[in-house]
C-alpha cells in the first residue's frame, strides 16, 4: 500500500519522462528485490538446509517447511515470471540451495522447487519436467535426492520423483524414453525412485531394454522392475 501512496507523489513531483523512464522501473525493481529477499531469509533462516530424512507431518520441521513453499509461491514466483527462460532462474536456484551446473536450460515448471537443496543438475543439461523430491506416507514425509547429470534432456510431461538419478546424456520425453549418445558404460544406466505406500521400488533401463507397466504422462511404456531394499 505504501507504493499505491507514494506513486502519485512522485509523479506530481517530477516530469512525466523521469517518471515513467527511472522512477517507476525503479520502484517496480526495488520491490521485486525485497519480496526476493524475504524468501531466501525464510529459507535460510527459518527452514535451514534441507537434508534427506524422514520428519512427521505435525512436526516443527514440516511446519517451517511449509512456511517456505508459501512464502516461495506468494512472493518469489510472481517476480520469477518475469525472468522464465533466463539465466537468472539458474542464479535463483542456487542461491536456494540447488546444485545447478552451467549452461542448464529450465522450463515454466522450475520457477519453484520445493525442495531445493535436493536438486542436482549437472552442465547443459535441459529440464522441463515434474520434479518431486519428496513424498508423504503414513503421516511421514520422506526427502531424497534427486540427480540429474551433465548433458541429459528431461522434457515437459517427465515426472522424476525422489530418489531419480538420470545418467549423463540421456533423453527423457513425454510418451517416449530414448538413449541419447553413451560415452562411458557407467551412463548406461537409467535409475528412477519410486515410492508405492511404505515400500520403495526403483527400475534400472539399459540402452536396448524393453519398459513395462510404468505410466508416463497418461500413457503406459514398459519397464523393468526390481525391489530396492
Not at 505504501?2 to 520502484?27: E, G, H, N, Y
Not at 514425509?141 to 510431461?157: E, N, W
Not at 520423483?161 to 538413449?179: M, T
Amino acid at each position: 500500500w505504501s507504493w499505491f501512496t507514494l506513486a502519485p507523489r512522485w509523479q506530481a513531483a517530477m516530469s512525466a519522462p523521469a517518471f515513467f523512464l527511472f522512477a517507476l522501473p525503479a520502484s517496480f525493481v526495488a520491490i521485486g528485490a525485497v519480496l526476493l529477499a524475504a524468501a531466501i531469509f525464510v529459507k535460510w533462516c527459518v527452514m535451514g538446509p534441507i537434508r534427506e530424512g524422514r520428519h512427521m507431518l505435525w512436526s516443527c520441521w514440516c511446519c517451517r517447511w511449509d512456511v517456505l513453499f508459501e512464502v516461495w509461491a506468494a512472493y518469489a514466483v510472481p517476480v520469477l515470471l518475469a525472468f522464465e527462460g533466463t539465466p537468472f532462474v539458474s542464479w535463483w536456484l542456487r542461491a536456494m540451495g540447488c546444485r545447478i551446473g552451467h549452461g542448464v536450460v529450465f522450463g515454466s515448471s522450475f520457477l519453484q522447487v520445493v525442495d531445493p537443496d535436493m536438486l542436482e543438475i549437472g552442465d547443459g543439461a535441459t529440464v522441463s519436467c515434474h520434479l518431486q523430491s519428496h513424498s508423504f506416507e503414513d503421516r511421514v514425509l520422506k526427502l531424497a535426492r534427486v540427480r540429474i547429470a551433465a548433458g541429459s534432456d528431461v522434457a515437459r510431461g517427465a515426472v522424476l520423483l525422489y530418489g531419480a538419478d538420470i545418467g549423463e546424456r540421456l533423453s527423457f520425453r513425454l510418451r517416449d524414453l530414448r538413449f541419447g549418445h553413451l560415452g562411458a558404460a557407467r551412463n548406461e544406466i537409467f535409475h528412477l525412485g519410486l515410492a508405492f505406500r511404505s515400500n520403495a521400488f526403483s527400475f534400472r533401463l539399459r540402452a536396448g531394454d524393453d519398459l513395462l507397466s510404468f505410466l508416463l504422462g497418461g500413457r503406459a511404456t514398459r519397464a523393468i522392475f526390481c525391489h530396492q531394499a
